[in-house]
């Protein structure tokens, strides 16, 4: 592949990327393993001929899936976005990471600052049996949970607080402040589902509810419990971090969807005469 001239004028990309992320020390690049991060960028490296950095919408954990991240990247090479998703699905091969649409948006999209939600589900496993099909995407629970308790506890936390007993002694935000939209369970046979949206979370938080919830579900917490956990700002009040496996971000939203139209846009001198717009 020959690399791009130097100085040439780049095109925003929005891609939208699904990846399990087992075997990966997360979405953000680290020295002691691979991550999905350095996968995209060595695929999108070899298309352009030169190194190419990506900017995302929610920078997952070791282990936690995504059906539906959004990053972008700038590309200075003009491709069609049938071809920039082959190519970038055909250079992250043998990884579980794959491209699903790529859309080519203005200079002021950030998939991370533009976004004004993210939504997370948290998939559980209540029965006695171990999983096999569902093997490392679910927290396995084998005595019964009271979903109707746990949504009981859940109301608690809905809207804007101080979540410091939901959030990880790493959390590097600068506030403990978030305000949650959402926080539903929901069953679905042996499955049950936590689903949480907000426009930003802090780390572990998801996971740090569920494990709460789970204790309320196990009938070892009574449901108003939880609102004395989020009085208390104080992460050991709360309960166990649930396992990485069964967390997975299912969207990203934005005040105007780039990828609403459902397909992959054109190429990219088709789709520079719209750069100017916000998205």
């Known amino acids: 592949m020959s690399e791009t001239e130097p100085g040439a004028a780049k095109q925003r990309w ?3 990327i699904e990846y399990d992320g087992a075997g990966f020390v997360g979405w953000q690049r680290q020295a002691n ?25 929610g920078r997952t954990d070791a282990g936690v899936h995504a059906a539906a991240q959004i990053a972008h ?14 190519a970038l699905n055909f ?17 002021d999209f950030s ?32 005595r019964p949970l009271d979903a109707a308790a746990m949504q009981e506890a859940a109301r608690h936390l809905l ?15 600068k506030s403990p402040l978030r305000t949650l939209d959402r926080l539903d369970i929901q069953r679905n046979g042996d499955i049950l589902s936590i689903v949480a949206e907000a426009r930003s979370f802090l780390h572990h938080q998801v996971r740090n ?46 005040s105007v969807d780039p990828f609403a139209d459902g397909e992959s846009g054109g190429d990219s001198s088709e789709r520079r005469s719209a750069s100017g717009e916000t998205l």
């Open 111 to 142: 998939a991370r600052f533009s976004a004004i939600g993210r939504c997370y589900r948290y998939d559980i496993l209540n029965r006695p049996a171990r999983p096999a099909l569902s093997l490392g995407r679910v927290w396995h629970v084998k």
């Open 209 to 254: 509810m569920a494990g709460t919830l789970v204790k309320v579900g196990l009938g070892e917490w009574p449901p108003r419990r939880v609102r004395d956990i989020l009085e208390a700002a104080d992460r050991r009040a709360a309960g166990p971090t649930a396992p990485a496996e069964g967390l997975t971000l299912t969207a990203v939203r934005y």
């Open 33 to 57: 393993g691979l991550s999905v991060q350095e996968v995209l960028e060595a695929a999108a490296a070899k298309l352009e001929g030169a190194p190419v950095a990506s900017i995302v919408a």
């Open 73 to 86: 990247i700038d590309l200075a090479r003009p491709i069609a976005a049938p071809s920039l998703i082959a």
């Open 14 to 16: 929005a891609l939208k």
């Open 91 to 107: 250079h992250m091969q043998p990884h579980a990471v794959a491209v699903l649409q790529a859309v080519a948006v203005g200079p």
């Open 159 to 173: 809207g804007k607080h101080d979540f410091s007993s939901f959030r990880a002694a790493s959390c590097q935000a």
